[in-house]
């Protein structure tokens, strides 16, 4: 499995960027997805997930910010994101919605400046 995210850059305060994560085989259409993120020196956190059945789930500090949608017949799974904010800075990576994850991609960089 494969999972390669793209869309990333820098961004003012305020500003939306659109990510999107191109997965390998049926991955996005078999499971629940989500995008997660990574800032420096913090653990990976879930900041958008949904599953098979495209109900959504975010948690609150992104909640009414960012949307996760997909398109199965793509293989692809987005993100978007608005009202951005500097603490949103990361490293933003798509995986399955689950306990038992595919093999992380590269990620995307999120840089959202003051």
């Known amino acids: 499995v494969q999972l390669q995210a793209s869309g990333g850059g820098l961004v003012q305060a305020g500003g939306s960027l659109r990510l999107s994560c191109v997965a390998s085989g049926n991955i996005v259409s078999s499971n629940d997805m989500a995008w997660y993120r990574q800032a420096p020196g913090k653990q990976r956190e879930l900041v958008a997930g949904i599953r098979v059945d495209y109900i959504e789930y975010y948690p609150d500090f992104v909640k009414g910010r960012f949307t996760i949608s997909k398109d199965n017949f793509k293989k692809t799974v987005f993100l978007q994101m608005d009202t951005l904010k500097p603490e949103d800075t990361g490293i933003y990576y798509c995986?399955?919605?689950?306990?038992?994850?595919?093999?992380w991609g590269q990620g995307t960089l999120v840089t959202v400046s003051s």
């Open positions: 995986n399955k919605w689950a306990t038992m994850q595919a093999p």
